[in-house]
């Protein structure tokens, strides 16, 4: 069974300058996590889906960030403009069904905002 | 709101000593605990989850974990390190269709 992927794994702007990330969850799986992991820190969500549905997007900073999930599948997660306290590993997990708690994650995505 | 405290944000041990990594949460109501692993540039893997049925829970690499309702702990143990545990180690509580995470454990195992 394959994993979660994402991509890019790394990626280094400059502050104001855009970024989009991707990610593939496993296979039907219904619910997918952008989480957010600063150095030194445990992941903090951003979004969560239930298929192509938002479920919590209470600690996305709306202003800055937008997060998608077209035809239930995989999603893009976008910075726009970017913040150099934005610098961090974003990862995408994705889980069966919310209720079962049982999170898969990716690789994730090291951001570098100069 | 749940929230998971882990103690000690950097434990050392000697390689075949005993790896003791702590964590408590805070909700009154048991939630579904889990423990995580994350090599360097990997994503989190999961190490076991306790889901409400025996206390004492086996995970993958030799862990286990004991679920403690009265001191609302679920620490993680190995009795004997060896140098591929190193890693950064997180424990998450279920709430509300979503975890929460601990802000982790660096274990470093010296040989």
């Known amino acids: 069974e394959a994993g979660v992927a994402q991509s890019p794994r790394y990626k280094i702007i400059e502050k104001r300058q855009s970024v989009a990330f991707w990610c593939n969850p496993i296979s039907g799986h219904a619910t997918l996590y952008w989480y957010q992991q600063i150095l030194g820190q445990g992941p903090k969500l951003l979004i969560q889906f239930q298929n192509n549905g938002v479920v919590d997007d209470s600690q996305l900073p709306k202003d800055r960030f937008s997060a998608e999930r077209l035809k239930g599948v995989d999603s893009t997660l976008k910075i726009q403009p970017a913040k150099l306290e934005d610098s961090a590993v974003y990862l995408c997990?994705?889980?069966?069904?919310?209720?079962?708690?049982?999170?898969?994650f990716g690789p994730g995505t090291r951001l570098t905002v100069t | 709101a749940q929230s998971v405290t882990q103690l000690g944000s950097h434990v050392s041990v000697s390689e075949g000593a005993l790896v003791l990594l702590r964590c408590n949460y805070s909700s009154s109501v048991p939630p579904y605990l889990f423990w995580y692993v994350q090599y360097p540039n990997q994503g989190l893997q999961l190490l076991l989850k306790y889901t409400s049925a025996a206390t004492l829970v086996k995970g993958i690499n030799g862990f286990e974990a004991e679920f403690k309702k009265s001191e609302t702990s679920f620490h993680l143990t190995k009795p004997s390190a060896h140098m591929s545990d190193a890693a950064e180690y997180f424990c998450a509580a279920s709430g509300n269709y979503k975890l929460t995470f601990g802000k982790g454990t660096l274990l470093t195992v010296n040989p």
């Open positions: 997990a994705s889980s069966l069904a919310a209720d079962l708690y049982e999170q898969y």
